[in-house]
């Protein structure tokens, strides 16, 4: 898949979410959705990158957005997550990583020489009208949900 791009039509998906509920990204038109990908529930930085979520929810609320999490976890992991952490937002399960694809965030990475596939920590910011209007790649977590926060303000 090519990269996607600040003005392209966000690909629609269908996940399901640790309330076992089925959610369409196209549930969402007319309000913002900020969808992020992460690799691993309960790993160091996604815990903190989930964590700045929730805490800063009210002011992405206050913007109409939705939070969308994905990452390649299954339901069990997703469920135990977000009451660990108490997450007041979806986290959905991408265990083929179709979605990940789709999205560009599916990607070879480089570790201590070792090559894998993994996700590369990525947010998207799409409008109401489902096309995506900001990107933030190789997301480092300080400092990352305000210029979400800026980003849907915009």
């Known amino acids: 898949m090519a990269e996607l791009n600040v ?10 979410a640790q309330d076992e509920k089925t959610y369409s990204l196209k549930k969402f038109r007319g309000k913002k959705v900020v969808v992020y990908f992460y690799s691993e529930d309960d790993s160091g930085t996604c815990t903190d990158q989930a964590c700045s979520f929730r805490d800063h929810m009210s002011r992405i609320g206050e913007t109409g957005a939705v939070v969308l999490g994905i990452s390649p976890d299954g339901l069990a992991s997703h469920k135990k997550f977000s009451s660990k952490y108490s997450l007041n937002f979806l986290i959905l399960s991408d265990e083929d990583k179709s979605v990940m694809k789709k999205y560009g965030v599916w990607k070879r990475k480089k570790l201590f020489g070792n090559v894998y596939m993994g996700v590369i920590r990525t947010t998207f910011v799409i409008n109401e009208s489902g096309t995506i209007s900001h990107i933030f790649s190789k997301v480092r977590i300080k400092g990352h949900v305000n210029k979400v926060i800026k980003a849907l303000s915009e």
């Not at 003005?7 to 399901?16: D, K, N, Y």
């Open 7 to 16: 003005g392209a039509q966000a690909p629609e998906f269908s996940l399901t």
